[in-house]
């Protein structure tokens, strides 16, 4: 059919604004990846530096429990010393006793036994000097060591306090994480077999979504029947504002066509992720500081096979759901 010039020309000019128009678009959404990027880099930084802290910590307690155990073996050796010491000197005294009743006894005998007797005399009074002396050591190396032992087991104490805090708030954490995808799976059970699946995985929920509930092919615009699921799953995310979400958006390795708006899948998956951020946030009170959005193109697919089964599998957008870790990340600091 030929067109009338007048219709060419109105064609012409739509094609030159729709060229311009999303080039600005284009360059913001680059800007919103990198920052994600940057986001999520930095979540896994600080969850490895936990994971880190949290193996220090325990390796730190075992050296002190073994420290203790040193030390209170020592403690026990060096008092069955100093009862064995203090019983030499009382057997001593009674030595020294019984020496000077004799020098009593026989001032009256020869001057030789009696130099005798002033010399063993002289050699036992130094003896027991020697004896006070080392017990006087030994009780003070044992009140040093109690005092260590005391200190040390002082700080095992504030650490196992600190240990039990921590897995209590993991044990909060995965608490929340368990009620969340609960509240989650409850909430979209009316979108199961329809290319929607609830799960659990390190400690975080990811609601994976399927492009055939979302997104005609190569579209970013969601469809109705996805936008219901994600309204569902706004509400669940406004009543549990303690909860950060990261919006992922994947493809297959087929390369889309280029054109204005997208050069690759990088493109695809990231407007396909800010499409559904724009759903969450429309019309409800979630904070936006709380949403990232990223593309991961098809560089992270869950089935790495080419056939139509694996592609499909691949082309989907994952929400990762995960608490806030503030008072983990306080405890860490504070040790």
């Known amino acids: 059919m030929t067109k009338s010039p007048k219709t060419l020309i109105v064609i012409i000019v739509v094609l030159f604004v729709a060229s311009c128009v999303p080039a600005k678009h284009f360059q913001e959404m680059r800007d919103e990846k990198v920052l994600a990027e940057q986001e999520r880099d930095s979540l896994l930084i600080a969850n490895k530096k936990m994971d880190v802290k949290l193996t220090e910590l325990e390796a730190r307690i075992s050296i002190m429990d073994k420290e203790i155990e040193e030390l209170i073996s020592d403690s026990t050796d060096r008092a069955v010393m100093l009862r064995n010491t203090r019983a030499e000197l009382e057997r001593v005294k009674r030595q020294f006793s019984d ?37 006087k050591l030994i009780e003070k190396d044992l009140i040093e060591k109690e005092q260590v032992l005391e200190k040390m087991s002082a700080d095992l104490d504030r650490r196992n306090a600190r240990l039990i ?3 209590n708030i993991l044990a909060r954490q995965d608490s929340v994480v368990t009620a969340l995808h609960n509240t989650i799976a409850s909430a979209l059970r009316g979108f ?23 997104f005609q092919t190569g579209s970013t615009v969601v469809d109705p029947n996805g936008v219901r699921a994600l309204r569902d799953l706004a509400g669940v995310l406004e009543k549990n504002p303690d909860i950060n979400v990261m919006i992922e958006g994947h ?20 407007l396909r992720a800010t499409s559904i951020v724009r759903i969450l946030l429309d019309g409800t009170t979630i904070d936006p500081r709380r949403l990232i959005v990223s593309g991961r193109g098809e560089h992270l697919p869950v089935d790495p096979g080419t056939t139509p089964e694996a592609r499909r599998k691949n082309r989907r957008t994952e929400i990762i759901l995960t608490p806030r870790l503030d008072e983990l990340f306080r405890i860490l600091e504070s040790n």
């Open 99 to 135: 020496l000077q009743e004799a020098q009593e006894a026989i001032l009256k005998g020869s001057a030789r036994e009696t130099t005798r007797l002033l010399q063993q005399l002289q050699t036992t009074q130094e003896d027991l000097m020697a004896r006070e002396d080392r017990l």
């Open 165 to 167: 805090e921590l897995e």
């Open 192 to 214: 199961e077999g329809q290319g929607l699946a609830v799960y659990e995985k390190n400690g975080k929920v990811y609601v994976s979504l399927e492009e055939q509930l979302l």
């Open 251 to 270: 493809t297959d390795d087929v390369p889309v066509i280029p054109g204005p708006r997208m050069r690759d899948n990088w493109d695809l998956s990231v």
